[in-house]
């Protein structure tokens, strides 16, 4: 099974993954996050995108100019492309906005979320193009982790930047606000189905094994859902319940989020009539249906 955290893990600021693709860390390490948020400078020309923003930490901007010099012949940053809402990919938006000077920021919309970063955002669809030298990134809508999620295909090395969708290490919560646990799944096979040679993940390294990984991640899930149809059945009727249970080697303080995903799990049951809930004593139990 997928370890599911991040906890360890560590990884260089500034990393070249290909000729076209330099990865600058958000600067914001943890158990989440990894070694922190991957955002990406794409293409090989003067200006280049920029694909997610990490969430503003003072020294990202100095870093990402960094990486620009060292890494890009000096290129500068043209258009912004925003997998999601997420603070740790769009909230250092600003702070790059106001260094490099006004850019295109690209992003599906999410009405009553975006606007609390306060920018301008151009809206972006699912199969939209963006395009620059050495760069044509194809949007692909994949909900569940976030309902404004997109992925970004890069046709030229047949490569997606999956942000929170697939991780370089550990595995995706699905949370309560926006997240959908049948979605995910569909989005992973989405996901399968398109023509991969590597995967550029919004956290943790470079997947040199896209199906592979993408599979065993489908193969979690399902095994994740076993695991809770059981504990169902041994009687347990509490989210908490069912975390203690199933994520005992997991870190206490990912048990929040564990739930988070727990619940995904069961709401998905419920949809599938294959688990009901009721409330007594105002909580919240579930049950086999």
């Not at 922190?36 to 293409?43: A, D, I, L, R, S």
């Not at 500068?76 to 702070?95: F, Y």
């Amino acid at each position: 099974m997928i370890r599911d955290s991040m906890f360890g893990s560590s990884a260089e600021d500034i990393e070249r993954w290909s000729e076209r693709v330099v990865v600058v860390r958000g600067l914001n390490p943890g158990p989440f996050t990894g070694p922190g948020t991957n955002t990406y400078v794409v293409g090989t020309g003067e200006r280049r995108f920029l694909i997610d923003t990490g969430q503003g930490q003072p020294g990202y901007v100095p870093l990402l100019e960094q990486a620009l010099a060292r890494e890009c012949g000096g290129a500068q940053i043209g258009e912004i492309a925003i997998t999601h809402v997420h603070p740790d990919h769009l909230g250092g938006a600003r702070s790059v906005l106001e260094h490099f000077g006004a850019r295109t920021v690209h992003k599906l919309p999410w009405p009553g979320k975006d606007e609390r970063f306060g920018i301008e955002l151009q809206p972006l669809a699912a199969g939209d193009r963006l395009r620059a030298e050495g760069a044509t990134l194809r949007a692909i809508h994949c909900p569940g982790h976030a309902q404004d999620h997109l992925c970004f295909y890069l046709e030229e090395e047949r490569a997606l930047f999956t942000g929170d969708v697939v991780l370089g290490a550990g595995t995706t919560v699905i949370p309560l606000d926006g997240g959908d646990m049948r979605l995910y799944m569909q989005s992973l096979e989405q996901i399968l189905e398109l023509d991969l040679a590597r995967i550029y993940p919004g956290h943790g390294p470079c997947i040199e094994d896209p199906h592979t990984r993408v599979k065993a991640y489908l193969a979690h899930r399902r095994q994740r859902e076993a695991q809770i149809v059981d504990a169902l059945g041994r009687g347990l009727h509490s989210v908490e319940g069912i975390v203690e249970s199933l994520y005992a080697d997991t870190p206490r303080a990912l048990h929040a989020a564990a739930g988070q995903s727990v619940l995904s799990h069961l709401l998905k049951l419920e949809h599938e009539a294959r688990a009901r809930r009721s409330v007594e004593a105002g909580e919240t139990r579930w049950s086999p249906s």
